[in-house]
Structures are given as structure tokens and as C-alpha cells.
């Protein structure tokens, strides 16, 4: 089973809103609605941003908000903040009942 | 509110077994549907998925890990562990446990754990 596949990185300035992808296969991604997103800050566990697509857990920003169209999801944060900078990481559970993730993806405040 | 803590040996000399035990609180190891899992990372590259057991003692591993990786539970100590044999320096890593209810996103993880394999 492959990583799904996600940019490097992506920038925005303070305010902008900016969008991750994230895609994957029919086996993966396009197979069910158990796509989730992660934020990471350095030295820091994973923190849950983004459950089944588009829901987010409580205590987590109304600014962030998933999709998914096919094999591909997605991470939208609007109104960007600088407390918003760092990796981000896309999930998925698969048709063979184990969980893939994406390489990961570097946000950048400008 | 479940919370999970990694512990275990730092240090792995090449092939032999690395061994991690999460213990798990605010909730029964073995009550609702739960499934608890390994996720690791090497120093600044991505998250890796190794592998989970549920509540109801079914496993699941990755396929690049399997034959190498075993995951159970003791209910008695409300604690899972993780065994990875025959490591190399490839299997050095931040480990973390995590888990999640059903098939939903993981809410609940450890600190996480670094264990360096050199001899």
C-alpha cells in the first residue's frame, strides 16, 4: 500500500486561505468516508484536525475545514494564522483494513 | 478522556526485538470499539502506520512490517505492546500510540517514544 501522495509544502499570508491535497486510489481515499487530517508542530504528537472528511472534532477552528472529491481530499485552512504553521498530514483507511498516511505537508505564514 | 503513554528501551542493538507498552487510562483497555495502535516516525519524515489490535484482540499490520511486528493487549494492566524484530537503523523512530473508535480519525495519542537502533 502506498503513502498517499500530498505537496511539500504550501505558503500563505496572514488572512489568506490556502488548501492541501491529498491523493490516493480506489483503495484507499476513494473506497470509504475514513479520511482524516492531522497537525503537527515540531517535538508534538499529532493533533486530530479533521475526522470522516469533513468533521471536526470539538475545540478544533471552524477554520479548517475537509473535503473529498473521487481519490482526492482535501484541508482548507481560511483566515490563516501563525499559530497555523506546520506539517500536516492526510489519512486514510483502506480496503485492506489498515490505515495509510500522506508524506506530510509543510505550512509557512509568510 | 483516554490517554495513552509510551514506555520502553531508548537504545535497540541491530537484530534484536524492540519492545513498547502503552498504558492506557481514563477507560477500559477492553470496552467498546476501540482499536489500538503503532504509529511511527523516523527524524524529520512522515508518519507511518505499523499496526493496530481492537478491542476484541483482531490485529492488523502493514505489509512492509508484517512477519516483523506483533501487537497485543493485557487487560490486566490495561496496556498494549508492540514488538518489532530484527530491527535495523531504518527502525529508528519517535514511536507513538494511538487510537480510535471504529474507523474515525485517532484522537487520542501518546507523547510518543524515540527508540534508536545502533549498537
Known amino acids: 500500500q502506498s503513502a498517499l501522495t500530498q505537496p511539500a509544502s504550501v505558503s500563505g499570508s496572514p488572512g489568506q486561505s490556502i488548501t492541501i491535497s491529498c491523493t490516493g486510489t480506489?483503495?484507499?481515499?476513494?473506497?470509504?468516508?475514513?479520511v482524516s487530517w492531522y497537525q503537527q508542530h515540531p517535538g508534538k504528537a499529532p493533533k486530530l484536525m479533521i475526522y470522516e472528511v469533513n468533521n471536526r472534532p470539538s475545540g478544533v477552528s471552524n477554520r479548517f475545514s475537509g473535503s473529498k472529491s473521487g481519490n482526492a481530499a482535501s484541508l482548507t485552512i481560511s483566515g490563516l494564522q501563525a499559530e497555523d504553521e506546520a506539517d500536516y498530514y492526510c489519512?486514510?483507511?483502506?480496503?485492506?483494513?489498515?490505515?495509510?498516511f500522506g508524506g506530510g505537508t509543510k505550512v509557512t505564514v509568510l | 478522556q483516554v490517554q495513552l503513554q509510551e514506555s520502553g528501551p531508548g537504545l535497540v542493538k541491530p537484530s534484536q526485538t524492540l519492545s513498547l507498552t502503552c498504558t492506557v487510562s481514563g477507560g477500559s483497555i477492553s470496552s467498546g470499539t476501540y482499536y489500538w495502535t503503532w504509529i511511527r516516525q523516523p527524524a524529520g519524515k512522515g508518519l507511518e502506520w505499523i499496526g493496530r489490535?481492537?478491542?476484541?484482540?483482531?490485529?492488523d499490520y502493514s505489509p512492509s512490517l508484517k512477519g516483523r511486528v506483533t501487537i497485543s493487549v493485557d487487560t490486566t494492566k490495561n496496556q498494549f505492546s508492540l514488538k518489532l524484530s530484527s530491527v535495523t537503523a531504518a527502525d529508528t523512530a519517535v514511536y507513538y500510540c494511538?487510537?480510535?473508535?471504529?474507523?474515525?480519525?485517532?484522537?487520542?495519542w501518546g507523547q510518543g517514544s524515540l527508540v534508536t537502533v545502533s549498537s
Open positions: 489490535i481492537s478491542t476484541s484482540g483482531s490485529t
Open positions: 489519512s486514510s483507511y483502506t480496503t485492506s483494513s489498515i490505515w495509510v
Open positions: 480506489s483503495s484507499d481515499v476513494g473506497a470509504n468516508k475514513y
Open positions: 494511538a487510537s480510535n473508535i471504529a474507523n474515525s480519525g485517532y484522537w487520542w
